[in-house]
């Protein structure tokens, strides 16, 4: 288990959070292979040749870790399948270890998250001095160091396709 997943799992996080927590990273790892995220038409597509039904609002509360804890385990094993993962890693399971595959691409996502906060912040300040941008630079690596959670909260992208329709 890295060392932010261990910190993160610290915090005591509800059933809810966790199941969020684990479904996140999973479509963080999509977008760092690929480079675009998974769609909620995709994965409810994927679903469907399965013989399960979505509805994109319980698709919204499972990825927000807010409403009624997701177990069916017909559902959390499709998912695992789709993201090809042990089914133990969505299905609750305490001693389930981060995926290696998973494990492997967190530091892969957080250096291009990293990246794109620096190539932002460089194009806003526009002509600012080697040293004041090697500054800003140092503070953004020791601040998302410090605090992973918030550097991925911050850099997931937003998706308004996402938002829930109805409730289950």
Aim: with cysteine; charged share 30%.
């Amino acid at each position: 288990m890295s060392g932010d997943e261990e910190g993160l799992k610290g915090a005591e996080l509800s059933p809810q959070a966790e199941l969020a927590r684990r479904l996140n990273l999973l479509l963080d790892v999509v977008v760092a292979e690929r480079g675009q995220p998974v769609t909620f038409r995709e994965v409810q597509e994927k679903l469907a040749d399965k013989g399960i039904k979505l509805s994109r609002a319980r698709w919204f509360y499972m990825k927000d870790g807010t409403g009624r804890l997701v177990s069916d385990p017909a559902l959390l094993g499709a998912l695992c399948e789709i993201f090809n993962v042990d089914p133990a890693y969505l299905l609750g399971s305490d001693d389930a270890d981060l995926p290696q595959r998973i494990d492997s691409q967190l530091e892969f996502v957080k250096s291009l998250r990293a990246a794109r906060v620096k190539t932002f912040a460089a194009r806003t300040l526009g002509d600012v001095s080697p040293e004041t941008l090697r500054a800003i630079t140092e503070y953004l690596n020791k601040d998302i160091s410090r605090r992973p959670e918030g550097e991925r909260a911050a850099a997931s992208p937003s998706d308004a396709d996402e938002a829930p329709e109805r409730a289950d």
